[in-house]
Structures are given as structure tokens and as C-alpha cells.
């Protein structure tokens, strides 16, 4: 009889289920991809059956990989619901809580938000994994992560939001710039002059190109980069102007060479969610946190530096 496959190769065939390759499923499981592979070849090999198939979009489950992929999902919800019960035995708010949140929720307000809710509950432990937006809604969804902070543009797909913080889109350009003395500027000024693009294809990339279209504009980047810090740099080192909220930027902005000024845009403040599963598959400490989080949404997001927002 085939040994049972454990919770971690359940979640790893799930994950290369939905990202379509084993290398994006071992990035969520933090694995390496070659770790990821053994692990489902020996499913594979255990149950006897092909559950992955090469196709036009990646890998896909087989017809029985699909049926797994059902029962996975089911065995995994089942675990969450029995952690979240056990955790409610005992006197007091202990246990273990693991949050995905996005990159600029870490860069901004989150970090400080959970250090308060820590010093009030010392026996609880809190870890944090950064992910895309996307991939926070996913994990929190299986079970992965008891809380995920979110840009609310993914969309809570049947999880439970909560308002939480803001950000704002600005304009970071060096102190010599046409549009540096603007108090603000908007997205039409920003083009025709070079430009410099953060994480093309996510959201924030996607967002503005979708805007220039209305426009009737396509954006055409000088470079393309994955991080707020070396689009600083660069747009310090006069190559052009970059797009970024604004709160997660301050920092870097402040240490350099540049000007940031708000985007005077309808859709350029960005509003983030702290999502949970339904209550039952909650732990309590969880739930407490994510009630936490989304009080601190009345105090609003940090001072900046180099920035009005009005």
C-alpha cells in the first residue's frame, strides 16, 4: 500500500497545478525547484499514476492529477479547520501565525503594525513571507498562510477582507527635471520623457499600462528593473522618471538625489486588505491579529518624507 503523501508534496501539486511549473511551485513553497521535482516524481512513482502533463501553457494535471488535485485541496482546508480547533484549547492567545504579504505592505506600515500587536501578546509567534499580491490571495485560500495583506485589486476570491492601510502612486525624478518643481503631476505629463519600470507584468505595471491605452499611449520604458531601490538609483543617476507608491519609496528617496511628487490620478491610490479564511479555519490567534491590523487602518499611513499628498 502507498505511503500517504504528506501536507508539504500536497501543497507543492496544488501549486504547480495553479502556476503552471514546478519552478513557480517550488518559489511558493520556498524549495528548490530540484527539491519540488523528487518530490512529486515520487508521488508520482507511489500512487503508481501520471499526475503532471506538459502542454501548451505549462504543465497541467493529468486526468487523474485533477481528481487529486480535488482531494488535495479538500485535505488541506481539513488540516487548516484542525489546527485552527486544537489552537483554541488552552487559556490565553498563543500559537504560531504566518502572514503572506506584498511587497509594499512590508515595505511600508505592516512591520510596525505587528511588532504593536506583539508586545500586547508575547506568547503568540509571527512570521512574515513575502509575495506578489496574487500569490497572497492563494496562499490564505490553501491554507498556506493564516493571514495575507493585499493590494484589494486581486480580489478576495471568496476569502474574508478587511479594510486595512493605503498607499499613493508618485513621481520620482531627479531635482533637475521638467517636472520636478510641480506640486503634482499627472500621468499624461510623464510621457514622452524616459522612463524606468519596476517588476514589469505586476500589477502596478499592468495597472499603468492599462491607463496609458485610455489614453491612447503605449509606455515604452528606458530599463526595466525589479526593485524600488535600484529605481531609485537609477533615477538618480539622471536616466529618467519612475512610477511608485509613494509610503514604500519615502525612504530610499530621502537618502538620494531625487524628487518624488504625488500623482495627480483618481486611480493612484492603492488600498490594501488584511484577508483570512472563514472563522472556523481561523486560529484565534490569527483572528486577534487580523482584527488588529484592520483597526490600525483608522490611524492612516505613516508620514513621508519628500512627499505631500494633497
Known amino acids: 500500500m502507498p505511503r500517504d503523501p504528506d501536507p508539504?508534496?500536497?501543497?507543492?501539486?496544488?501549486?504547480?497545478?495553479?502556476?503552471?511549473?514546478?519552478?513557480?511551485?517550488?518559489?511558493?513553497e520556498s524549495m528548490v525547484p530540484s527539491a519540488a521535482s523528487k518530490r512529486i516524481a515520487a508521488l508520482e512513482a507511489?500512487?503508481?499514476?501520471?499526475?503532471?502533463?506538459?502542454?501548451?501553457?505549462?504543465?497541467?494535471?493529468t486526468a487523474a492529477g485533477e481528481a487529486l488535485l480535488r482531494q488535495a485541496r479538500e485535505v488541506l482546508g481539513a488540516l487548516g479547520r484542525l489546527h485552527a480547533e486544537l489552537d483554541g484549547f488552552g487559556g490565553g492567545v498563543q500559537g504560531s501565525v504566518r502572514i503572506a504579504a506584498s511587497v509594499s505592505a512590508l515595505a511600508e506600515d505592516?512591520?510596525?503594525?505587528?511588532?504593536?500587536?506583539?508586545?500586547?501578546?508575547?506568547?503568540?509567534?509571527?512570521?512574515?513571507?513575502?509575495?506578489?499580491?496574487?500569490?497572497?490571495?492563494?496562499?490564505?485560500?490553501?491554507?498556506?498562510?493564516?493571514?495575507?495583506?493585499?493590494?484589494?485589486?486581486?480580489g478576495a476570491r471568496g476569502l474574508r477582507a478587511r479594510p486595512y492601510r493605503s498607499d499613493h502612486l508618485c513621481v520620482v525624478t531627479p531635482p533637475d527635471h521638467p517636472l520636478a518643481s510641480a506640486r503634482s503631476i499627472r500621468f499624461a505629463d510623464t510621457f514622452g520623457h524616459p522612463s524606468v519600470s519596476v517588476a514589469p507584468g505586476g500589477l502596478v505595471d499592468m495597472l499603468m499600462q492599462r491607463q496609458a491605452?485610455?489614453?491612447?499611449?503605449?509606455?515604452?520604458?528606458?530599463?526595466?528593473?525589479?526593485?524600488?531601490?535600484?529605481?531609485?538609483?537609477?533615477?538618480?543617476?539622471?536616466?529618467?522618471?519612475?512610477?511608485?507608491?509613494?509610503?514604500?519609496?519615502?525612504?530610499?528617496?530621502?537618502?538620494?538625489?531625487?524628487v518624488m511628487r504625488p500623482l495627480d490620478e483618481p486611480w493612484a491610490e492603492r488600498r490594501f486588505v488584511v484577508l483570512t479564511r472563514d472563522e472556523a479555519a481561523t486560529p484565534p490567534a490569527a483572528r486577534l491579529l487580523a482584527e488588529h491590523l484592520g483597526r490600525a487602518a483608522v490611524a492612516g499611513p505613516r508620514a513621508t518624507q519628500n512627499i505631500s499628498l494633497r
Open 110 to 154: 505592516l512591520p510596525d503594525d505587528v511588532a504593536a500587536f506583539l508586545e500586547r501578546h508575547p506568547s503568540v509567534r509571527v512570521s512574515l513571507d513575502e509575495r506578489p499580491s496574487e500569490r497572497v490571495v492563494a496562499e490564505v485560500a490553501l491554507g498556506g498562510a493564516d493571514v495575507g495583506v493585499a493590494w484589494d485589486a486581486v
Open 46 to 61: 507511489r500512487l503508481g499514476l501520471p499526475l503532471l502533463a506538459r502542454g501548451r501553457r505549462g504543465i497541467e494535471p
Open 213 to 258: 491605452a485610455l489614453l491612447g499611449h503605449v509606455l515604452a520604458h528606458r530599463m526595466l528593473v525589479s526593485s524600488l531601490d535600484a529605481a531609485v538609483r537609477i533615477v538618480a543617476a539622471g536616466l529618467g522618471l519612475v512610477i511608485l507608491p509613494g509610503e514604500a519609496a519615502a525612504v530610499q528617496v530621502a537618502a538620494s538625489r531625487t
Open 8 to 28: 508539504l508534496t500536497l501543497r507543492l501539486f496544488v501549486a504547480a497545478c495553479e502556476t503552471g511549473s514546478l519552478a513557480g511551485a517550488a518559489t511558493r
